[in-house]
């Protein structure tokens, strides 16, 4: 027999494909036994058509073309015989799909199949329109799928279910033709058609409102039965699994329970009583039973309240976490995190199997209990857990101590209830984990320090001792050597020593040593010897005795090749030398940064705040909260909205005195370098008062960081510091405070402004629909014009009473947003009433950006949600 003709059977084909031992030999066994299918083909040989069509199946599961053969399906499909029906619609369900257009052609031939007196075929029909049915062919046929879903065999009936959920999918408007025969369907004793009406139930409450509301009404009644009995049944050889009775059906009425029970109180009320059966009768040592269970704690925690319910729920989760295997573990810390939005204090009772969780070798679920512990936090626990997480982070792995720091400095930037134990729990995170800490974390611990002026000593003594251990730990070190150039004095002379603290004895000279070890060290980067450099230069002011060894520490850099470290230790050497009358106003102690401020330009970079009337934005106490990007110079304000110009040298000379993370290198030479007020904006940072009036003079004429100008009419920057003298900083004292260029941006205290009742603003209609009219009235306290207080006001112009009334509001990051609760919840109807709110607003940008805000208003109107949305920028332009 010839091997590649249509008399060759389907296993001798893949026998002689199998046998290739290389790919071109597999590919010319196909491309032979393919001419010879064309050859049958084209002969139109009927006797081995189905075989043909057989083996072009396996050759397209192969990934070879076969559409070659696809009238083929279409020939068998329309042979009357059940055998060559059956291949000819697997061919059709395999080789085609609903985009091909041949498929119009196959309509016909489905439509007879469906009417058939063969169920089998009957059956063959309804399969392959379940799989390839196009939204043509879905309307052609629906009513034929619609008969058959009363039809005497189950197996058909099934079968048309299945297909009905096809339709339904591609046509949602014939959704409901399917609604009375399926509640009639839904009381079936057959398990294998009730399965399948279930789905097709859920998919038509998904499409349909009307459905949902019609099933709510007519069938959770009856579908709370169907559970009870399958809950009670007896043992059934033909539905048992692992002892427990049609574990699927159970689960797909729990979650069909779950559809009809969601936003309907009724409904829920009316399978209360089940779900408790099945959460306490399901046994927990089988995973059919362990599947069960979670689909009953889903349908809980997603019907309407049931506090005790819940309480069960959560507490079969808890059991779930105890348990060995890692998926089940898994899952109940997922619905976890969403019962804590819905009954957080009966997850607080697991705490400590969650805490136990963060400590498993599996990852995955490390990761997920400890965003699950970062939820859980609050103001009542977050000593204890902070503890429990911090003492987790001396034993954890190195891949995970990234994760974790980030959830642990998270919390206590936002949850501290005190500075001291802010200071105390950072330092702890910075010696185990600082090589992993952003840059944001160390730059808002400055901040707080800053502010923390009754415990700059006991800080600056507990860095000192920090850096002694964790000498590696790179954030550590910045944060120690920062302190220790602002308040080395107090180190030296233990000011502010505190009950808890021990006795140190640390002399100026040890002081000197600890940042001398720092910028010798090897893997000191640039940011961290920079800053090194920088607290040399202030501690030589602080510590006069040391101030040559300073400076040759300080020379040490100069054959640099790093051009920063190279340009700061030739300029300091110059201050350190040849200006001691100026060194001292360079490098006095930096101004207490205000806290808030400084939240609102990390806030900056990112997305809008939004307050909604359910609760007030989280109150930060220590004002600095996780970022994504925020560098150090945000204290000043040099990153605010206007750029600095490209060649100025300010920025730079600034940074210095901060420390911070270095920018690029400074001018291009035989360029002019412009730069506005930049004496005034020097000397009042350094808190020496403003300079002369306008003299032409820049502060790249006082202090220049980059390379030498070119230009000959341009001083070099040592000739700068060498002409200027005291009498030009006490020149500078003289001048009015009026004309200080604020560098601090509001660090600062407010200037005093007379007092007056502020201007009136009329009020303006800030939203209208059909429906709903809000009206905003504007007042301003005396002293602060950047506050706007706005009172919104809200009326219901329908008949209709609206419910669960939610205001909701969004502003750029130049505004900061605050809502007060609503007066009230529900609105009454046809004016009669109305809805008061208070919003306060300030405008960091007053007087160069007015308000602008966009507003979402959700309500239920006969149970029904409903949602409006707009944007409001009429406001007076000088708010």
Request: glycine letters at 6%.
């Amino acid at each position: 027999m010839n091997p590649f003709s249509s008399e060759t059977r389907l296993r001798d084909m893949i026998r002689a494909i199998r046998a290739c031992k290389t790919a071109a030999e597999e590919r010319a066994v196909v491309r032979k036994e393919c001419a010879s299918i064309r050859a049958a083909v084209s002969d139109n040989d009927n006797d081995y058509r189905h075989r043909n069509l057989a083996k072009l199946m396996f050759i397209h599961m192969l990934g070879y073309p076969t559409h070659f053969g696809q009238m083929e399906c279409l020939k068998l499909i329309a042979a009357p015989g059940f055998p060559e029906k059956r291949i000819g619609y697997l061919g059709l369900m395999l080789l085609l799909d609903e985009r091909q257009e041949v498929l119009m052609l196959v309509t016909n031939s489905l439509k007879q199949d469906l009417n058939h007196t063969n169920q089998y075929i009957v059956g063959l029909a309804l399969c392959a329109l379940g799989n390839i049915s196009s939204a043509e062919m879905a309307r052609d046929l629906a009513p034929e799928v619609e008969r058959l879903l009363q039809f005497r065999d189950p197996n058909v009936r099934k079968k048309a279910a299945l297909c009905s959920i096809r339709i339904i999918k591609k046509v949602p408007d014939l959704a409901e033709n399917f609604v009375n025969p399926v509640a009639s369907l839904l009381k079936e004793k057959h398990h294998g058609v009730l399965l399948t009406v279930i789905q097709l139930c859920a998919e038509l409450c998904t499409v349909s409102e009307e459905a949902l509301e019609y099933f709510r009404k007519k069938c959770t009644e009856g579908l709370v039965k169907v559970l009870k009995d399958a809950v009670n049944s007896p043992y059934a050889p033909e539905y048992d699994i692992s002892g427990i009775a049609d574990p699927f059906l159970q689960i797909r009425l729990l979650r069909i329970l779950r559809i009809l029970g969601h936003g309907d109180a009724d409904a829920s009320d009316l399978m209360n009583d089940i779900l408790a059966q099945v959460a306490t009768k399901t046994e927990s040592n089988k995973n059919a039973g362990n599947a069960i269970l979670y689909e009953c704690v889903e349908t809980i925690m997603s019907i309407e309240d049931s506090g005790g319910l819940r309480v069960l729920a959560i507490n079969i989760l808890g059991r779930f976490l105890s348990n060995r295997d890692n998926n089940i573990r898994y899952v109940a810390l997922n619905m976890l995190m969403k019962a804590i939005s819905v009954d957080g204090q009966a997850v607080q009772r697991h705490r400590a199997t969650i805490l136990e969780c963060v400590k498993d070798s599996d990852a995955s679920i490390r990761k997920r209990a400890l965003e699950l512990v970062y939820l859980l936090v609050n103001e009542t626990n977050v000593k204890p857990l902070t503890k429990e997480l911090v003492d987790y982070l001396e034993v954890s792995d190195q891949d995970f101590k990234g994760d974790l720091t980030a959830k642990i400095c998270s919390i206590v930037e936002k949850l501290s209830p005190e500075k001291i134990w802010y200071i105390d729990q950072m330092l702890k995170v910075l010696c185990e984990a600082g090589n992993y800490v952003k840059d944001e974390v160390w730059h808002g611990l400055i901040v707080v320090i800053t502010n923390a002026t009754n415990l700059h000593g006991y800080t600056v003594r507990s860095l000192y001792r920090a850096i002694q251990t964790s000498g590696d730990q790179e954030a550590v070190v910045r944060v120690a050597v920062w302190c220790i150039g602002e308040y080395g004095d107090l180190l030296v002379n233990n000011v502010g020593m505190l009950d808890l603290e021990e006795p140190i004895t640390v002399t100026e000279n040890d002081a000197v040593d600890v940042i001398e070890a720092a910028i010798k060290r090897h893997t000191s980067d640039l940011t961290t010897r920079a800053m090194c450099l920088t607290a040399l230069l202030k501690l030589s002011s602080r510590f006069p005795s040391c101030s040559q060894r300073i400076k040759e520490i300080v020379n040490q850099s100069k054959g640099s090749l790093l051009l920063e470290l190279q340009q700061r230790s030739i300029e300091f050497d110059s201050i350190i030398e040849k200006h001691q009358n100026l060194r001292s106003a360079l490098v006095e102690r930096m101004p207490v940064l205000d806290e808030a401020t400084y939240s609102v330009r990390r806030a900056g970079s990112l997305p809008a705040d939004t307050s909604t009337s359910q609760g007030n934005p989280l109150q930060i106490p220590n004002g600095v909260p996780k970022t994504i990007d925020a560098p150090l110079l945000d204290l000043l304000d040099l990153g605010a909205d206007e750029p600095a110009p490209q060649n100025s040298s300010a920025p730079n000379f600034l940074q210095d005195l901060l420390g911070g993370d270095i920018l690029s290198s400074a001018s291009q030479p035989g360029t002019t370098q412009p730069q506005k007020s930049g004496t005034d904006v020097l000397l009042d940072l350094l808190s020496t008062g403003p300079s002369p009036a306008q003299n032409g003079s820049s502060t790249t004429d006082i202090l220049s960081l980059g390379p030498d100008n070119n230009n000959s009419n341009s001083k070099t920057s040592l000739n700068a510091l060498d002409s200027l003298s005291l009498s030009t900083v006490t020149q500078a004292q003289s001048v009015p405070a009026s004309s200080v260029i604020d560098l601090l941006d509001g660090f600062g205290p407010n200037p005093t402004v007379p007092k007056d009742n502020g201007p009136a603003y009329p009020p303006i209609t800030a939203f209208e629909s059909g429906s709903l009219s809000l009206v905003f009235n504007f007042s301003k306290q005396p002293g602060s014009p950047q506050i706007t207080e706005i009172e919104a006001k809200f009326t219901n112009k329908s008949s209709g009473i609206y419910t669960d009334f939610i205001f909701q509001a969004a502003v750029p990051k130049f505004l900061q947003l605050h809502l007060e609760p609503a007066s009230s919840n529900t609105l009454p109807g046809s004016g009669s009433g109305s809805i008061t709110q208070k919003l306060r607003v300030t405008n960091n940008q007053h007087g160069k950006k007015s308000l602008v805000m966009r507003i979402r208003i959700s309500y239920k109107l006969n149970n029904k949600d409903m949602l409006e949305e707009g944007q409001i920028s009429n406001f007076p332009r000088d708010l």
